[in-house]
Nanobody, 125 residues
Framework: QVQLVESGGGLVQAGDSLRLSCAAS????????MGWFRQAPGKEREFVAG????????DYADSVQGRFAISRDNAENTVYLQMNSLKPEDTAVYYC??????????????????WGQGTQVTVSA
């Protein structure tokens, strides 16, 4: 069993920055793929960023490329999402997810096995 706990969401203004954290526990993480997704009201959940625990190159949705950065701290079993130059359209509940069966990055939510409870990010204009 894997537990994922997100934190760091909040209310900010357009142009501000936020850093989300996702603390993972319950198993070893050396072969996991971690992902961040988001879901805005009335919309489907969408991929934001992904990272292999054993890699350093992140995969990003076009909408956040160049503004967001995913990283991890293996010693702390934590993955981060640094969000810069936030826009009102970034407003959503952000979810952390873990893929444990395969060590290949994926943008498909169905490929992830465990999910956090989500953290709200609200960006005002």
């Amino acid at each position: 069993q894997v537990q994922l706990v997100e934190s760091g969401g909040g209310l900010v203004q357009a142009g501000d920055s936020l850093r989300l954290s996702c603390a993972a526990s319950g198993r070893t993480f050396s072969s996991y793929v971690m992902g961040w997704f988001r879901q805005a009201p009335g919309k489907e959940r969408e991929f934001v960023a992904g990272l292999r625990w054993s890699g350093s190159l992140g995969d990003y949705a076009d909408s956040v490329q160049g503004r967001f950065a995913i990283s991890r701290d293996n010693a702390e079993n934590t993955v981060y999402l640094q969000m810069n130059s936030l826009k009102p359209e970034d407003t959503a509940v952000y979810y952390c997810a873990a893929r444990t069966r395969l060590d290949t990055r994926t943008r498909l939510s169905n490929d992830y096995d465990y999910w956090g409870q989500g953290t709200q990010v609200t960006v005002s204009a």
